[in-house]
């Protein structure tokens, strides 16, 4: 590197993220290179959002087109391109969620999940679970049980409720004529990617329904085929009102979603909601390629073949105590700080990314990983030493 470009980042820009000490300037597939011309292993997919590896030739050529067509007209105009995408993602949407909201991220597809459940039952209470991320605006953060990300931006917005993730009776308890939604991430992927038992979600799907109040899920890890599925709903026949996508969708355009039921697209008329950027050109192409991509190349049923392989060879590794999680939202909980694997396996140019819980390191990788990086990945882990 002729000039210093991490200086150059770490000058110009807030301190808001402890970098890993590589500037990555080129990928492909499952690999991205560094300045230096390094080759790694990326396990992170870039934040969970790569779900078609980097730099997919069909998802990049469908960006360029758009690109040199039309970059950008707001929703007050149709637009081909949206169009489509729109009809793509409502094809692949779970049964009874067939229509569609777009933002351009996760907090903003979350903020408007909860403005959606108050609308819709004119009630103000969401009850949220502990260990649960929902992103970084106020609104978001008062839903995100893990207190470290809320606590220097006080006051919180009013209304959120919390309980421990997977306990019925507390979520019951806290349920009363007031309750506008219940909403969770089905796997708490900073919770160390952990998921609940069936009679979790079949409970809440009851409860919301005894109580008239609407079911969230916040499927921004949990969707476009991370788990091996499209969505996490209707996995155990449970099918929310509202789903919140973002990260995955677009292969790395920004990009949010909300999937809603009918009865809760009813209640929204022109002006409720809106975005300026919200499911411009370019964020569709890159949508509908992502979409296009996953099913010709038959992405879920890699997912799960893959992801079974590498859940079940990480248990003969001596310092793996538990797999958590679903598909590619893998949680590795070790004998130790997973820091130090996270550490040792950048060393050997394997990105991975921690969580919450001190032990449990994650891999989010493109859904595109095969047997062969995963078993570099294994053998690199194997020869672990702190
Ligand atoms: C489950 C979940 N919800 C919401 C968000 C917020 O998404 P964004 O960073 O796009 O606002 C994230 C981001 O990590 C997430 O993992």
Redesign the pocket.
């Known amino acids: 590197m002729s000039r210093n470009l991490f200086e150059i980042e770490d000058n110009c820009q807030l301190k808001t993220y402890k970098k890993f000490p590589i500037s990555i300037v080129r990928g492909e597939d499952v690999w991205v290179w560094d300045s230096e011309g390094k080759r790694y292993l990326d396990l992170y997919g870039g934040?969970?959002v790569v779900a078609t590896g980097h730099c997919h030739p069909d998802v990049v050529s469908a960006i360029q087109e758009q690109a040199s067509k039309l970059l950008f007209y707001s929703n007050v105009v149709y637009n081909d391109t949206r169009a489509l995408a729109a009809e793509a993602l409502c094809r692949i949407a779970p049964d009874g969620l067939k229509n569609a909201f777009f933002i351009n991220?996760?907090?903003?597809?979350?903020e408007n999940a909860i403005k959606l459940a108050r609308k819709v039952t004119g009630r103000t209470e969401i009850i949220n679970f502990e260990g649960?991320?929902?992103?970084?605006?106020i609104g978001?953060l008062s839903a995100t049980g893990m207190t470290k990300y809320r606590e220097s931006f006080s006051p919180r917005v009013g209304g959120h409720l919390f309980a421990p993730f997977g306990d019925l009776a507390a979520v019951e308890a806290l349920m009363s004529d007031d309750t506008a939604a219940v909403m969770l991430?089905p796997v708490q992927?900073?919770w160390g990617a952990r998921a609940a038992g069936p009679d979790f979600y079949k409970g809440l799907r009851e409860l919301c329904d005894r109580f008239g109040a609407k079911l969230i899920f916040?499927e921004?890890?949990t969707g476009m085929g991370r788990t091996g599925e499209f969505f996490f709903s209707p996995r155990h026949g449970v099918t929310p009102d509202i789903i919140?996508l973002?990260?995955a969708i677009a292969s790395g355009v920004p990009m949010?979603a909300l999937l809603v039921s009918d009865e809760v697209s009813s209640h929204i008329g022109y002006g409720d909601l809106g975005t300026t950027f919200g499911a411009g050109p370019l964020a569709s192409a890159a949508l509908l390629a992502t979409i296009t991509v996953i099913e010709k190349y038959n992405l879920l049923d890699n997912v799960k073949q893959q992801s079974h392989y590498l859940r079940e060879r990480l248990l003969e590794n001596k310092h793996v105590v538990a797999t958590h999680g679903l598909g590619f939202l893998a949680g590795i909980e070790f004998d130790r700080e997973a820091s130090l694997f996270r550490d040792y396996l950048l060393k050997h140019n394997i990105i991975t990314g921690t969580s919450s819980v001190a032990n449990v390191l994650r891999l989010l990788p493109p859904l595109t990983l095969q047997q062969a990086e995963i078993d570099q990945f294994l053998k690199v882990l194997a020869a672990f030493q702190e």
Do not use: C, L
């Not at 991220?105 to 979350?110: K, M, R, T, V």
């Open positions: 934040h969970a991220s996760g907090a903003e597809a979350n649960s991320f929902h992103g970084r605006t978001t991430e992927s900073m916040d921004i890890q919140s973002a990260k949010g």
